[in-house]
Nanobody
Framework: QVQLVESGGGLVQAGGSLRLSCAAS????????MGWYRQAPGKQRELVAT???????NYADSVKGRFSISRENAKNTVYLQMNSLNPEDTAVYYC???????????WGQGTQVTVSS
């Protein structure tokens, strides 16, 4: 059993910033690859950013230069710093952990991010 809990979402004006957090708990045997995904109503879920157990990062083209993913392994927490937000970033953001020992992915409940003009 693995639980991921996101926080930090909310309403922000275009050009503003938000910082999302995802805290992991349960039995997952140490450090695993993690990431952030987002989904708008009626649209498919898309990758935002990932960070490996070794700290390497990957970003979707749409957020490069604006978003930054990081992790604090001692706290089992991953962050997503979002700058220069625009209305196209409006979505539910989900935290993901790929737990190798269980051969499956775990997901958080999601946190709503709304960017107004």
């Amino acid at each position: 059993q693995v639980q991921l809990v996101e926080s930090g979402g909310g309403l922000v004006q275009a050009g503003g910033s938000l910082r999302l957090s995802c805290a992991a708990s349960g039995r997952f045997f140490g450090i695993n690859d993690m990431g952030w995904y987002r989904q708008a109503p009626g649209k498919q879920r898309e990758l935002v950013a990932t960070i490996s157990r070794g700290g390497s990062t990957n970003y979707a083209d749409s957020v490069k230069g604006r978003f930054s993913i990081s992790r604090e392994n001692a706290k089992n927490t991953v962050y997503l710093q979002m700058n220069s937000l625009n209305p196209e970033d409006t979505a539910v953001y989900y935290c993901n952990m790929r737990v190798a020992v269980y051969l499956r992915d775990y997901w958080g409940q999601g946190t709503q991010v709304t960017v107004s003009s």
